[in-house]
């Protein structure tokens, strides 16, 4: 077979770049994935009980990238969704990110006042702070006490289970992510746009890949369908350290079980995720039908194990955000450039580097961008 661009991986970055090369530029593309499905880790289905549920994990779409929005915009409509989540902490469940409301969810109404009062003096009001700073930062007594709390409570068990690891052996952005948020906003996100696609997004995977231009191979390997096809320029986003036989050694990453549930309650839980940092093998529960928006009898819903990732075994999800791996990936990055753009590589495990899914597009949308201009 004879195709301009080969693209290794049919998720958001992988299909964004296929829809671009075929539409804009007419060239004949095969996308080859080794699963039997398109779009990557946000596939969605129906289960048995016709819950549309995400196979890879909760996948909610937010972002403050008004170009990303409106280029998916082309291909699907948006139920409109704003994320919530709450943790239970000493038995009570609390707003996440830790926010002024969670305050007056754990302390009796006189102590959140004094702690709110003196978190805005110090901080500023609707402001983010991650939980390391404030720990470093705090002066008075009743500060330094309420950020041990929050760190002990929300995030040192939780980032052990997420991770394996304490919150500051992590590269500082991990914890950041969650900041505390001065703010009563009990959001989880705080991105202009945020939905999730109105009939799912396998159907807007669908809606990207369907152009004459582009073929799709499912259940295939590239390393199996190498030898039989002629391209002129490849894209790859599989992991870049399988790319080159890892021949540095293997970029570590952590791994995740999914146990899926179902219940003939109309609702298991108040919001869509509740964490929880201290009990438990599993971090969070997320019921889908809060994302979705869609009215069914019965709910499903989802338990999420952190694993390690054993090559071979099971899925690599997340980088494990250390220098010393940021390195090791380094010397892959240069074997890349060595192959001089004739393959190029892009997304989560080329880039070995943590995606949302809107930085995903981001990516294969100014790849494209240097594409065009070459
Ligand atoms: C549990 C979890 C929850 C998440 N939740 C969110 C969220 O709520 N919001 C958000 O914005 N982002 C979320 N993300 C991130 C999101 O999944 C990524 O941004 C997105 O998957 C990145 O797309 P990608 O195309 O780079 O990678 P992927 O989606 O992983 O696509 C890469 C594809 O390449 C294929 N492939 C790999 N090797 C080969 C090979 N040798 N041959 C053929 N094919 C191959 C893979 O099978 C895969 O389908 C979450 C991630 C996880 C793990």
Known sequence: MK???????AGFTGSVLAERLASQ????????????????????????????VHKYGPHIFHTNMKLVWKYLSQFTDWY??????????????IPIPFNLNSLYALFPTPYA???AKKLVENYGFNVKI?????????????????ANYIYENVFHNYTLKQ????PEELAPFVTARVPVYISRDNRYFQDPYQGLPQLGYTHLFQRLLNHRNIKLMLNTSYQEVMADIQYEKMVFTGPIDEFFQHQYGKLPYRSLDFKFFHTKQDYKQTVATINYPNDYDYTRITEFKYLTGQQTIGSSYIEEYPQIHEYGKNTPYYPIPKEEHRILYKKYATEAEKLNERVLFAGRLADYQYYNMDQ???????????????
Do not use: C
Request: glycine share 6%.
């Open 163 to 166: 991770w394996n690891l304490k």
């Open 25 to 52: 530029l007419q060239k004949k593309v095969l996308i080859v994935e080794q699963r039997n499905h398109i779009a990557g880790n946000a596939y969605d289905y129906y289960d048995q009980y016709g819950v549309l």
């Open 360 to 374: 995903a597009v981001a990516r294969a949308l100014n790849l494209f961008e240097k594409i065009s201009a070459m």
């Open 113 to 115: 006042d004094k702690l």
């Open 130 to 146: 991650p939980i390391l700073k404030i720990k470093e930062t705090a002066k008075s007594n009743d500060l330094k006490f309420l």
């Open 3 to 9: 195709v301009d661009w080969l693209i290794v991986g």
């Open 80 to 93: 409109h969704y704003h994320h919530q989540v709450l943790g239970v902490v000493d038995g009570k469940q």
